[in-house]
């Protein structure tokens, strides 16, 4: 079979398309034949070498796909060879077969595409888990998301929709906002022209919002804890920050990580404020948990209250080009690798 490989730590240069022997289901396993797999920011950060958790390379990374399952291990009765799938992955998706647990693959819904099915696990689940387990969203309350035009962001905005009430505010670049207002942005800030803090001020007459989804890291972090009201809650996902050019800085790295904002509990509990963080890669070890979720976000889709949002697929060969688009802030929505 053919991978996308991570030679090595560097700019988009470094991918390489590369051909390796098909693995082979164990018991209780099946093997999926991809048909497309997700690209999400942890993967740049792979790359770049700023991810903790990546495999050591040269290494295939990815972790989410959607395909047919076309071989099973012993003991298993369900998914059978021929169904359509979608699945979370432990690294490995951008490859055009990938062997996972059998429970860990779920039936896609009548009528989805393998590219919105590639779509949803990780930027659905991650903005599911920090909205609603999390944030516990409710209804009357008001949200700030950052990066409101990419995967997770698109995804929050569509699920702040299914709950009555809820005023969004979104930052993404003035060439993304009519995108996201249809998507369910009431106020989409530009954040490159904008003091976006001041901006979420104004619109909410000072009084701040209840939620804050950040992917931003840094100071950021400190920005959007300022701008909470009394009872709300930050939730970090990421630190997209670190990555401002295609290959690593340590000075970048250096400058953010000093930037991060320190959280006492007494200064919490004065303000009455809280901070949290979702890292959906660590919970790999609650599968009730993630695919209780994940099971939830399929029944939303089927009801219509969701919609994966694709950006653009890429060849497996022109994986460099989909690391620059989701890099580059370019993409609105999901970036793809297809075989």
Known sequence: MRAVFITRRGGPEVLEVREVPDPGPGPGEVRIDVRAAGLNFADVMARMGLYPDAPRLPAVVGYEVAGVVDAVGTGVTAPASGDRVLALVRFGGQAEKVVLPAGHAMPMPEGMTFEQGAALPVNYLTAFHALFRVGHLSRGQSVLVHMAAGGVGIAALQLCRSVPGITVLGTASAAKHAVIRDEGCHHP?????????????QLTGGRGVDLVLDALGGADWRKGYRLLRPGGMLVTYGFANMATGPRRSLLVAARQLLSVPRFSPIALMDDNRGVAGVNMGHLWGEPEMVLGELEALLALFREGKIRPRVDSTFR?????????RLQGRASVGKVLLVP
Do not use: C, G, N, P
């Not at 490159?192 to 001020?201: A, C, G, I, L, P």
């Open 189 to 201: 800030i530009d954040y490159r022209t904008r003091d976006y803090e001041k901006e979420v001020r």
């Open 316 to 324: 497996f060969e022109e994986a460099t080009l989909a690391h620059e």
